[in-house]
């Protein structure tokens, strides 16, 4: 039986973990945290999945939460400033998405990779850690993440387009959002120059909940996250930017109250894309996977679809591989197979952190007045990968936009 190690407890691990279980692999998981740890631990993403990412689930068995959890049904696009809106449409995607607290999912899916056979190891692994396993398994992965041990893997400066983060990045999970009116919706809310906010439905640890992301530009006026030192604080601040900055939104946001002691979280990421080949001081190699090869902002709420679709490309081709080595080509090969998709996720991403090009200030303004493009629009959450070419390039964007209007003419 192939022996797999895989580090890290995460949406890419646990996914991998159960799948390979599943086609007949050893598979041990490390984790530096056990899942009381997770489950009594800080909120650490607002994790949107979306149908393709959740089909994956689906088909290992795992998607737990599919009746609980309040389903994400549409997109609601706006941006302005002051009482203007220059852009304001909605569109709903072809099947809803979902958001379940990993402080739920990530225990419940370790206990159940036990359940099926797997070895759930309890330790913060290191370099000597990672050499006794590569000595020990046919194949070494690491899903940690944005944990220290993925520096391992070197940085693609050519893949990697910013050497800083462009967000200072606020979440707050809460009780007492007012309902929308029509459906429910990943709520985007620009303001230009100086952030976003971004909401939907989630499930937390005290049930259904809303999950409020504020997008902050470095030293602009929402860039105020230092000054909080209490949740009561973080909310209120929240409340605060809401009210002026996007104060479409505020009606929906005066009572709001905090789901719990640990539902706030002030961070930064890096975008980067990282050489998939981790090199030990043996000569042995390692293979990277999902954030700790290809981290994006949460802007547009990509990574943990992404870690589902990696988990999901990656046993396939564990499972082409039969019992021939994981050798470097191998490694490099799997990483392309996953790029060949998770570029145009960065690209996406990468996008919505600089100020809006022609193409994407087209589409997005014609989305107003054309309804089908709207809902066209609404599933690139679900695969980015649909975007091209139009919302890069301007003649492309005019073409596409015109196909729309001759259908709706
Ligand atoms: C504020 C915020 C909001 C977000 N919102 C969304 C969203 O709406 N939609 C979306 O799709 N994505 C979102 N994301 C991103 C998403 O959460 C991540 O991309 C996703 O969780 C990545 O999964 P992963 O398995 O690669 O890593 P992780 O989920 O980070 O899991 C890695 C695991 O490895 C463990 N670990 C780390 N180091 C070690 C070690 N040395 N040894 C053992 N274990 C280790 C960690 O403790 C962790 O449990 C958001 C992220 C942030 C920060």
Redesign the pocket.
Same mark, same amino acid.
Request: glycine share 8%.
């Given at each position: 039986m192939r022996k797999i190690t895989i580090?890290?407890?995460?949406?890419?691990?646990?996914q991998l973990g159960i799948g390979l279980l599943g086609q007949g692999y050893a598979v041990r998981i490390?984790?530096?945290?056990s899942a009381e740890q997770?489950g009594a631990g800080r909120v650490?993403?607002?994790?949107?999945?979306y149908d393709m990412?959740l089909a994956f689930e689906r088909e290992l068995g795992i998607a737990f939460w599919d009746q609980e959890c309040p389903p994400t049904d549409g997109v609601h696009m706006r941006a302005g400033s002051g009482d203007q809106l220059l852009i304001d449409w909605r569109g709903l995607m072809c099947a809803p998405g979902q958001?379940v607290d990993?402080r739920i999912k990530?225990p419940v899916w370790m206990a159940e990779f036990q359940r099926r056979g797997g070895e759930l190891v309890i330790?913060?692994? +290191?370099i000597p &850690?990672l050499e006794r396993y590569a000595q020990t398994s046919d194949l070494v992965i690491v899903?940690? +993440?944005?944990? &220290?041990?993925?520096k391992l893997f070197e940085r693609d400066n050519e893949l990697s387009p910013f050497d800083a983060s462009l967000r200072t990045?606020s979440?707050t999970y809460v009780h007492g959002m007012k309902p929308r009116e029509d459906f429910s919706a990943l709520n985007i809310s620009i303001n230009p120059g100086i952030g976003e906010l971004?909401n939907?439905p989630g499930m937390t640890l005290s049930g259904p909940c809303d999950?409020i992301?504020l997008e902050c530009i470095p030293n602009g006026p929402m860039d105020r996250w230092h000054e909080v030192k209490t949740q009561e604080e973080h909310l209120a601040l929240a409340v605060q930017m809401i009210e002026e900055y996007f104060p479409w939104e505020a009606e929906r946001c005066r009572n709001l109250r905090l789901t719990d002691d640990q539902c706030t979280?002030v961070?930064r990421?890096t975008p980067t894309v990282r050489k998939p080949v981790g090199y030990l001081p043996s000569g042995r190699t390692v293979l990277g996977?999902?954030?700790?090869l290809v981290?994006?902002d949460?802007i547009t709420?990509?990574?943990?679809?992404?870690?589902s679709k990696?988990a999901n490309v990656y046993m396939q081709c564990i499972l082409d591989q039969g019992e021939k080595a994981f050798d470097d080509q191998w490694k490099n090969a799997t990483f392309a197979r996953y790029w060949d998709y998770a570029q145009w996720v960065a690209k996406f991403t990468n996008t919505h952190l600089l100020p809006p090009t022609e193409p994407v200030l087209k589409v997005l303004s014609a989305c107003g007045r054309l309804p089908q493009l709207a809902a066209h629009f609404s599933n690139a959450f679900n695969d980015p990968k649909m975007l091209t070419p139009w919302y890069y390039d301007n003649e492309e964007a005019e073409r596409f936009i015109a196909s729309f209007a001759s259908q709706a003419a």
């Amino acid at each position: 039986m192939r022996k797999i190690t895989i580090i890290g407890a995460g949406q890419a691990g646990l996914q991998l973990g159960i799948g390979l279980l599943g086609q007949g692999y050893a598979v041990r998981i490390a984790s530096n945290r056990s899942a009381e740890q997770i489950g009594a631990g800080r909120v650490m993403s607002s994790q949107s999945m979306y149908d393709m990412a959740l089909a994956f689930e689906r088909e290992l068995g795992i998607a737990f939460w599919d009746q609980e959890c309040p389903p994400t049904d549409g997109v609601h696009m706006r941006a302005g400033s002051g009482d203007q809106l220059l852009i304001d449409w909605r569109g709903l995607m072809c099947a809803p998405g979902q958001s379940v607290d990993q402080r739920i999912k990530m225990p419940v899916w370790m206990a159940e990779f036990q359940r099926r056979g797997g070895e759930l190891v309890i330790e913060d692994a +290191g370099i000597p &850690e990672l050499e006794r396993y590569a000595q020990t398994s046919d194949l070494v992965i690491v899903a940690t +993440g944005k944990g &220290e041990i993925g520096k391992l893997f070197e940085r693609d400066n050519e893949l990697s387009p910013f050497d800083a983060s462009l967000r200072t990045i606020s979440l707050t999970y809460v009780h007492g959002m007012k309902p929308r009116e029509d459906f429910s919706a990943l709520n985007i809310s620009i303001n230009p120059g100086i952030g976003e906010l971004v909401n939907f439905p989630g499930m937390t640890l005290s049930g259904p909940c809303d999950i409020i992301n504020l997008e902050c530009i470095p030293n602009g006026p929402m860039d105020r996250w230092h000054e909080v030192k209490t949740q009561e604080e973080h909310l209120a601040l929240a409340v605060q930017m809401i009210e002026e900055y996007f104060p479409w939104e505020a009606e929906r946001c005066r009572n709001l109250r905090l789901t719990d002691d640990q539902c706030t979280l002030v961070g930064r990421v890096t975008p980067t894309v990282r050489k998939p080949v981790g090199y030990l001081p043996s000569g042995r190699t390692v293979l990277g996977m999902a954030d700790v090869l290809v981290l994006n902002d949460p802007i547009t709420g990509q990574g943990s679809n992404n870690a589902s679709k990696c988990a999901n490309v990656y046993m396939q081709c564990i499972l082409d591989q039969g019992e021939k080595a994981f050798d470097d080509q191998w490694k490099n090969a799997t990483f392309a197979r996953y790029w060949d998709y998770a570029q145009w996720v960065a690209k996406f991403t990468n996008t919505h952190l600089l100020p809006p090009t022609e193409p994407v200030l087209k589409v997005l303004s014609a989305c107003g007045r054309l309804p089908q493009l709207a809902a066209h629009f609404s599933n690139a959450f679900n695969d980015p990968k649909m975007l091209t070419p139009w919302y890069y390039d301007n003649e492309e964007a005019e073409r596409f936009i015109a196909s729309f209007a001759s259908q709706a003419a």
